[in-house]
């Protein structure tokens, strides 16, 4: 049997023992809701990947159910990311909170969206640690302040820089002194 043949029936073997990406993604939103039914607003299946969203007041307390209850194992922070719609549009501003189990392989994406009036979000430096250096990515880059992170300060421009680079109103050229003109 040749090696390639040989592969493709190991692939088809482990495919077969795991449970369908759906089925685990459904297991996964039927415990949620029933333990934090209230904490849910949306729950978005798409592309087979799952985004929840959360109001802020729930974030903590529902991660730190996702990290250490033992269906889930989410012991992961992957990434934490802002994201600006544009001034135009409201809520503006989405932070998003990208989890994996390194123990049951899945993922599982959270969002807080919050208005340009309130850009506030409770800190989970507690729950991850790398969570650290992400919320200090996220403060400089989009200027959502972290309730309660140990060290929101820049981490990526000058101190003295002024705004945050990469709002969808912020000047492709900066602004002074560190335009190009």
């Not at 990290?67 to 989410?74: A, D």
């Not at 719609?85 to 994406?109: A, C, I, Q, W």
């Not at 002024?162 to 003109?181: C, V």
């Amino acid at each position: 049997m040749s090696k390639d043949i040989e592969r493709e029936q190991i692939i088809a073997e482990q495919v077969a023992s795991e449970p369908a990406k759906d089925q685990v993604g459904s297991k996964l939103i039927d415990a949620l809701q029933q333990s934090h039914g209230d904490a849910l607003v949306e729950v978005i299946q798409a592309f087979g990947e799952i985004t929840i969203i959360v109001p802020r007041a729930s974030l903590v307390e529902l991660c730190d159910y996702l990290k250490r209850t033992p269906n889930f194992e989410f012991n992961l922070l992957a990434d934490i990311c802002g994201v600006d719609r544009g001034p135009e549009e409201d809520p503006r501003f989405e932070v998003n909170y990208h989890l994996f189990s390194t123990t049951k392989f899945h993922r599982l994406r959270l969002k807080v969206v919050l208005s340009e009036e309130d850009l506030h979000v409770p800190t989970v430096t507690k729950i991850w640690r790398t969570a650290n250096w992400h919320e200090r990515e996220t403060f400089d880059m989009f200027g959502i302040i972290f309730d309660g992170h140990p060290d929101l300060r820049r981490i990526l421009l000058p101190d003295d820089w002024q705004g945050h680079a990469l709002r969808k109103d912020f000047p492709l050229r900066g602004y002074e002194p560190y335009s190009l003109s």
